[in-house]
């Protein structure tokens, strides 16, 4: 819960024109939890270097509009959208966290909004 509060509110990330890491999580997901865990000193980095970082609860209904266009059907479920929220790339499931670390470097090399 700790990364969910640190990261950058969704109607934040979707209107300041910089990337965006979108994770769909349940509180009740041991791999969400793992996932967490592990991705939580990226998350900071990669905040403080111009990337959103959003954590969507599958649990709350405000965010079933969400998580049902991205397909979400596996948790937890990333989603990497450049400045325009054009797709770059998708993971989901237990990810080898150097994976998650390429995916935020491709998107602060590219193009902003």
């Known amino acids: 819960e700790a ?6 509110p969704f109607e934040e990330a979707i209107h300041n024109g910089r990337p965006i890491v979108m994770e ?8 969400c939890r793992e996932m967490s865990r592990a991705l ?19 649990d709350d209904p405000r965010w079933a509009p969400v998580w049902q266009y991205y397909g979400v059907d596996e948790l937890p479920h990333f ?15 237990l990810l080898d966290p150097a994976a998650v670390e390429r995916e935020v470097a491709a998107l602060r090399t590219a193009p902003a909004l």
């Open 79 to 93: 989603e990497f959208l450049d400045g325009a929220h054009a797709e770059m790339a998708r993971g989901y499931g």
């Open 24 to 31: 769909f999580y349940r509180p009740s997901c041991e791999q």
């Open 3 to 8: 990364m969910a509060e640190a990261g950058t």
């Open 40 to 58: 939580y000193p990226l998350e900071q980095r990669a905040q403080g270097e111009g990337v959103n970082w959003v954590m969507l609860n599958t």
